[in-house]
């Protein structure tokens, strides 16, 4: 009875919750950041979702505590990109560190 009931608890989980996490590093206020935790088949994707709000294109080096490879991303002004960073983690929080000029 006990499995059952676990089972029950773990589905009904929504596939869709999410966790935000820090952002920390250097680049222009008018880029914002946002990095963000997805539950979804039983672990958290990590992802990073950028907006480019300055006059002209940037270019943003994105990493993690969980995934230091550094990704980097050219946006457009007014442009706007999810960055995937790792998929299937354990960890509902992570902290990205995002470089842009």
Do not use: K
Request: charged letters at 25%; hydrophobic letters at 45%; aromatic letters at 6%.
């Amino acid at each position: 009875m006990r499995r059952v009931l676990l089972v029950l608890a773990v589905s009904a989980l929504p596939l869709s919750a999410w966790a935000q996490a820090r952002a920390p590093g250097e680049r222009p206020e008018c880029v914002r950041v946002e990095a963000i935790a997805r539950f979804g088949a039983m672990a958290y994707d990590h992802w990073v979702h950028l907006e480019n709000g300055c006059d002209r294109a940037v270019r943003c080096r994105v990493r993690t505590d969980v995934n230091p490879e550094v990704s980097t991303v050219d946006l457009e002004s007014g442009a706007r990109r999810d960055v995937s960073t790792f998929r299937g983690s354990p960890a509902s929080t992570f902290v990205a560190t995002v470089d842009c000029e």
